[in-house]
Every structure is written in structure tokens, then in C-alpha cells.
């Protein structure tokens, strides 16, 4: 699409008649009693991204498309409600997948104790949500606070604002900054991890998996993911690969990245290093469970050198986390 075509150019030059036909937000509700996400903010860029806000899963992106063609992985679950107080492993009972899923914030990985298998943001309901008019940009942006508060234990804040358009050389992009505050009265401690999900067509069986780092270290061998740097052919049976990828390079101003290449998108996926020094790879080749996750994060899994981020926040102290997704079609 040439700039001179497209819908903003179009807008500006009086040929469109609506702000929502550039980009905009609709709201929409689920059927009650069912498994449906109760409350979806649709997000659209035209010629850019399309994706679900979930309000009451911590303000994570669920489905999203590029072009038209599925971006986001989705699960095989198809109950999408919200746990009233996740326990141990029930996190994998309704991960629904979508684009971004997120992790914490005391806890990331396996349950620890009375800590949920990573943690309870994403089943945490959002408020204060706000979403900003595009006023004709090929743009949209939502922001939203989840609020992890306790009432004798520790009480943390998530103020996240997603942005989405089209970068300068044409990609389109989305962009995650969360501000997590300790609104409580006790040092809290602090992990996050965010699961950025893809699926087929994005990634296909000889996909490329590009990650600047000194070790790729996995969890597991197994013998359906031979590389971490090749999505697999689909399998039969069920099983996953872990890789944490330590050592990561960074930018001049401070970001890492990995790059995902030879589906029927280029995918690159930033973060801040600072505070996510570490990237988790999964692949999941089983046919119809065929996924490729993206996990920068604050801390270790497993196999790390010793952490470089202080995990701890003190009452009225914050960390700041960026995340960039940026796609564009394939060669």
C-alpha cells in the first residue's frame, strides 16, 4: 500500500468519513453463563494489526491477526473465564494462548508453596481503563490498572498501556509499557514474564529462531525439537521444549531482541534488558497444539547465572518493563 493510499492519507484528504475506518476500539461482552471472555476491547489498525483486549484476564492481548491470517497462537481450551483463585497448575487449565499472556507478579514458572503456577496477573480484572481516540492516526492506544492487592500480604499495581500502529519503515507494531508499583505496606517481591504466543501461518515447520546470547541452555532434550533455532515438523504425542537463552546482547540503547523468520510473517519481538535480562523459548510441536512462545522475562527459570535484576520493591517503589512486537509479511 502506497502512503499517498493509504486510510490515514485517505482520511486527511477528506475521502473517508469516519476516524474508525483508519482505526479504532470497539467494545463488545460475551454471552453470560458461557466461557466466553466476559468483556473484549477489538482493537484495529487498518493494514496493520487487529487484536483482543481482555479486561478481565490482566489486560493481556488475546487473538490477533496480521493481514488478515492469524498471528497469536490460540489454545485448544475454549473456556476463557477467569479463575477466582488460581491454585498450583490450574494457570495451564484455562491458558486460552493469544498473543501476549502474562506472568507474576510474585512468581513466575512452577507453584511455589501457595504461589500459583506463574502467578495470578492474568486472572486479575482490570480498571481505570481508558482508551484514546485515533483521531484519524493509524493508531490505537488502551491503557488499564491491575491491581494484585492483598489485604496481609504483599499488594502490587500493573499500570499498562498498549499502543498499536505502523513503525516508519511500514511494520506494524505493538507495544506493551507496564509500570508495576508496590501499593502496599511490605517489600514485595517482584517477577514477570511475558508469554508472546505464535502460531501457524506465522511460524511453519522450518521457521527460523534468531537470539543473540552466550548460552541456549534447554530445560529437557527432546527428541521432537532436535534445534532450538528451527521449529519442528509437527508430532505425534504431546511434548514441549524449554530453552532459556542467558547472556543476551544488547542494543546501544539497551534492548534485546529475537527474531522470527521464514513463516509467512517476519516477526520480531524487543524488550527492555534492563529489567527482562533473560528469554525463555518454548516450542510445542504436537499436531494441533503446534505453538512457538517468546518469554522475555525478569528472572530465571532455570539455569541462569545469578540474577541481575534486585527482585524486591519497596512500598511506593516501581519497575518499568517494555515490550515491542513488530510484523510484517514474509519474503
Do not use: K
Not at 476516524?19 to 487498518?46: I, K, L, Q
Amino acid at each position: 500500500m502506497t502512503d499517498e493510499f493509504s486510510p490515514s492519507a485517505l482520511r486527511g484528504a477528506g475521502l473517508l468519513a469516519q476516524d474508525n475506518v483508519v482505526a479504532g476500539v470497539v467494545e463488545r461482552f460475551g454471552t453470560p453463563g458461557s466461557g466466553d471472555h466476559p468483556r473484549v476491547f477489538d482493537a484495529t489498525v487498518a493494514g496493520a494489526l487487529r487484536f483482543e483486549v481482555l479486561p478481565a484476564r490482566g489486560f493481556d492481548i488475546g487473538r490477533a491477526d496480521f493481514a488478515g491470517l492469524p498471528l497469536g497462537w490460540v489454545s485448544p481450551l475454549s473456556d476463557a473465564r477467569a479463575l477466582d483463585r488460581p491454585a498450583g497448575r490450574a494457570w495451564i487449565d484455562r491458558f486460552i494462548g493469544g498473543l501476549v499472556s502474562t506472568c507474576g507478579l510474585l512468581n513466575i514458572g512452577d507453584a511455589e508453596g501457595d504461589l500459583p503456577m506463574h502467578g495470578d496477573i492474568g486472572h486479575r480484572p482490570a480498571s481505570n481503563v481508558q482508551v484514546e481516540p485515533s483521531r484519524g492516526r493509524p493508531l490505537v492506544r488502551l491503557s488499564a490498572d491491575v491491581d494484585a492487592a492483598s489485604v496481609f500480604g504483599p499488594s502490587l499495581r500493573l499500570e499498562r498501556t498498549i499502543t498499536s500502529g505502523l513503525q516508519e519503515d511500514g511494520a506494524a507494531f505493538l507495544r506493551i509499557d507496564d509500570r508495576v508499583v508496590n501499593i502496599g505496606a511490605v517489600v514485595a517481591p517482584v517477577r514477570i514474564l511475558y508469554h508472546v504466543n505464535l502460531g501457524a501461518p506465522a511460524v511453519l515447520p522450518g521457521t527460523r529462531v534468531a537470539v543473540d546470547a552466550r548460552r541456549h541452555i534447554f530445560r529437557r532434550r527432546i527428541a521432537e525439537v532436535p534445534e532450538w533455532s528451527r521449529m519442528p515438523d509437527p508430532t505425534a504425542g504431546i511434548a514441549e521444549a524449554v530453552v532459556l537463552h542467558d547472556g543476551l546482547g544488547r542494543t546501544e540503547d539497551g534492548w534485546s531482541r529475537c527474531a522470527v523468520s521464514g513463516g509467512l510473517f517476519e516477526v520480531e519481538v524487543g524488550w527492555r534488558a534492563e529489567t527482562l535480562p533473560f528469554l525463555h523459548q518454548w516450542v510445542l510441536p504436537g499436531r494441533g497444539r503446534w505453538a512457538l512462545g517468546i518469554e522475555p522475562s525478569s528472572h530465571a527459570l532455570f539455569g541462569g547465572e545469578p540474577e541481575p535484576v534486585d527482585g524486591d520493591l519497596a512500598p511506593g517503589e516501581e519497575r518499568r518493563f517494555e515490550l515491542v512486537i513488530a510484523v510484517r509479511q514474509g519474503a
